[in-house]
């Protein structure tokens, strides 16, 4: 186990659920939980939470006291109104595909799932929009919207199975992201409610909304500030015509500089995606995609729209390629080969998990210019810490998605992994990026967060988090580090008198 899932666990109460105690508070939730929702709808035994433990981050887990699985918004003003007069956490979940454990349980608290809300509400052809419960999958809205020539843009690689309430928390993206935006650029109304039971909605029918960007404030907020019941998404229109380009480079930083070059170019490709040779050939192995082996990385880039449209950028797109060094260029001729090349990127994940026991998928976010200078100081890392490291990536907007590869059975190897992990997150904030792009901070980048924020910073953020949460009962102790928490981290990471980075800013 990590130091710090250790640092979790520590910081938790006994866990009661483990050991099949409960306090008299928990014991009387617990009945009136039963009160409120159908008897398969609540999850207290040890082997029915068992499956809630963790979410994606699987390498750090906790049992929660209770499950609850409302199926409509009236349960789940009952089960925050009975938490709340109890005093018990609630963690919120949606399909558990995040990445960063913000959906980890506490101890003492139970989780909110959302799964059974997976209602399509209505989808509207003409206004271009489709009205959701939370546990929709992502995919089954395009899906939905399929027969109106409709669809929903934002496509993270866990599509098939992450929800449109878990994209809302995590404020998710994908490799079209570029063109049509992350996930707050694609809601436009969000139903929620608060710790207390009383129900808000942020976002408006129209076009703008007097006031503060609260509908902004929501989306990202990983379950802090309320539990999502309804969304309203926009559907854009499939293009007529979509092409991708494959191009080679023998360098990894002349394949980085070309990601700049495009943009500088003037063009917005609907899809601007990078591997490095070690993901390529991971991801070949698995799917055979026809990527070239012998490139030190490629680039994967699209073109959607009118047949014209397309066919112009894409002899512009090649141009710029080629004089950036691309040593081979390949155009997808069909539908097909373009979703076989697309294919590849969706499942480098997967790859990853046939060559190695475990990896841990990091989230860093930097400036375009900057991302053959990250690769390379990655390549670096690679030799400090013994480990190796497959690089895939949302190209077109720096954000970064290295793959470090581990065997989770041998815990020093995990503590490196971690640590390098963390090293590589600090360096994307050294170079002027943040610390995630799209999987969130969770607890998994609690401690970087000190490096990217200040005290009165994090005193802001713990300030809309009160507006919101008063009691501090919304999947507490997740995104926001205390003061004491960033004064361990930096104790943690001085080595041989010296921190890493000693340039940045450290509180």
Known sequence: MSRLADH???????NFALQGLMNDAQQRLIEALKAVLP???????????????????????????????????????????????HSIPVVPRGAGTGL??????????????TAKM???????????????????????????????????APDPSSQIACSIGGNVAENSGGVHCLKYGLTVNNVIKVRAVLMGGDIVEFGTDGLDAPGLDLLGVMIGSEGMLAVVTEVTVRLVPKPPVARVIMASFDDMTKAGNAVADVIAAGLIPAGLEMMDKPATRAVEEFVHAGYDLDAEAILLCESDGTAEEVAEEIERMSSVLRQSGATRIQVSDSEAERMVFWSGRKNAFPAAGRISPDYYCMDGTIPK?????????????????????????????????????????????????????????????????????????GIEKINTMCVQFNAEERDAFFGVKAAFD?????????????????????????????MPHADLPRF
Not at 8 to 14: G, W
Not at 64 to 74: D, G, K, N, R, S
Not at 428 to 437: D, E, F, I, Y
């Open 8 to 14: 979790f666990y520590n910081e938790f109460h006994t």
């Open 39 to 85: 008897a398969a709808n609540l999850l207290w035994k040890r082997e029915d939470t068992a499956p809630y433990e963790c979410d994606g981050l699987a390498a750090y887990r906790q049992l929660p006291l209770a499950v609850a699985l409302p199926e409509t918004e009236a349960q789940v003003q009952e089960v925050l109104r009975l938490c709340l007069a």
């Open 100 to 113: 960063s454990g913000g959906a980890m349980p506490m101890a003492e608290g139970i989780v909110l799932s």
């Open 118 to 152: 997976n209602r399509i509400l209505d989808i509207d052809p003409l206004s271009r929009r489709a009205r959701l419960q939370p546990g929709v999958r992502n995919l089954a809205i395009s899906e939905a919207a399929a027969p109106f020539d409709l669809y929903y």
């Open 369 to 441: 210019k900057h991302i053959a200078t990250l690769l390379n100081q990655i390549k670096e890392m690679e030799g400090r810490y013994g480990l190796r490291c497959m690089n895939v990536f949302h190209a077109g907007d720096g954000n970064m998605h290295p793959l470090i590869l581990f065997d989770g059975s041998d815990q020093d190897q995990w503590h490196r992994a971690e640590n390098f992990g963390n090293e590589i997150l600090e360096a994307c904030v050294a170079l002027g990026g943040t610390v995630t792009g799209e999987h969130g901070v």
């Open 470 to 498: 008063p009691a501090r009962l919304l999947n507490p102790d997740k995104a926001i580090p205390t003061l004491h928490r960033c004064a361990e981290y930096g104790r943690m990471h001085v080595h041989h008198g010296q």
